[in-house]
């Protein structure tokens, strides 16, 4: 089966329309946004040819969850979610940067490591480690938002001096970004996982902070099995994980990391398959929840009658 990666909707009192790599963010007034999980996935910033079925609804599902456990944390924009794979919330004014944060060294910063880079985004990182390693406590590594291409690393002190954040906000961004890491690292503990890195956004609504977008998914997070961690580590062996990072590292071994005149591998049905069940299985680990694949066949009309129904309740 095809599986539709569009999300051309139409909503009430509809003002804007923005497409990015996988969520798609229609302005409704002035106040409110409905954000559409699509079924696109993308990896180092390059959409890939083929959707996943139900991962629009997986990733929505879950930033919901985890956005209500940590509203008393963080204000954020989350009003509901009307639909499986739709969001309903408050319209903020974006800052330009992603709050990324990492437990353990993992992914791009390993990569980094490897090359002999001892700092990452201003920020020193120990000699001696070993890949999956945990830092003696978690560092902040922002990066900037771009509009088009590959986001970049970027210090914290290159950002106060370029305007991107004031001072007095991007300290709030950070305390904001430790405390939602702690929350999401004992949730993920409950359920007997590691949450290895993430990354948040947040922006202003009335002059307050306010976090946006997803939170703890696996497009935003990396997950280990807590259950043999350390075993794993002591031998050398790669770590049980959960999270889009084994889509990069399939990339990565057929020859491609979104670099100019590399070509994407082929995205076969028994490929496509499994990577909707390592999502599916996320789902089930982190919620605790069997996830319902009747969603995966709901119908472009369904969701625009369920958005607009709620949509008339504000």
């Given amino acids: 089966m095809e599986v539709s990666t569009q999300t051309e909707y139409s909503f009430p009192n509809q003002t804007s329309v923005y497409h990015g790599k996988v ?18 996935i993308s990896a180092f910033d390059v959409i890939l040819p083929k959707g996943i079925p139900g991962k629009g609804a997986i990733l929505n599902l879950i930033a919901a969850k985890f956005l209500k456990a940590t509203a008393d944390i963080c204000p954020n924009w989350l009003v509901d979610t009307p639909a499986p794979n739709v969001a309903v919330g408050h319209r903020c004014e974006p800052f330009r940067v992603e709050m990324v944060i990492r437990g353990y060294l993992t992914g791009h910063a390993w990569r980094e ?14 000699d001696g ?3 999956h390693d945990q830092f003696p406590e978690p560092i902040i590594t922002p990066a900037t938002k771009a509009e088009e291409g590959h986001d970049e690393d970027i210090s914290r002190e290159e950002i106060i001096a370029l305007g991107i954040v004031p001072e007095h906000y991007y300290t709030q961004l950070e305390d904001y970004t430790r405390m939602l890491f702690q929350r999401g690292t004992e949730m993920a503990a409950e359920k007997g996982l590691i949450l290895v890195d993430t990354k948040y956004e947040f922006g202003l609504k009335d002059g307050d902070v306010m976090l946006m977008d997803e939170i703890h998914t696996p497009d935003s997070s990396r997950y280990f099995y807590a259950d043999g961690y350390e075993e794993r580590q002591g031998k050398g062996e790669a770590q049980k994980q959960l999270s889009k990072e084994f889509v990069r590292e399939w990339l990565i071994e057929n020859g491609f990391q979104g670099k100019d005149g590399e070509q994407v591998p082929e995205m076969t049905p028994d490929r496509v398959e499994m990577i ?12 605790g929840e069997t996830f319902d694949r009747s969603v995966e ?4 009309e369904e969701i625009e009658q369920k958005t607009a129904e709620f949509l008339a309740t504000l």
């Fill in 23 to 40: 969520r798609d963010v229609y302005g409704i007034g002035n106040d409110h946004l409905v954000l559409v999980a699509s079924n696109r």
């Fill in 276 to 287: 909707a069940s390592r999502y599916r299985e996320l789902y089930e680990k982190i919620t």
């Fill in 129 to 131: 480690m070993k890949e």
């Fill in 113 to 126: 490591y490897r090359l002999g880079k001892r700092v990452l985004c201003g920020v020193p990182m120990p």
């Fill in 297 to 300: 066949s709901i119908n472009k």
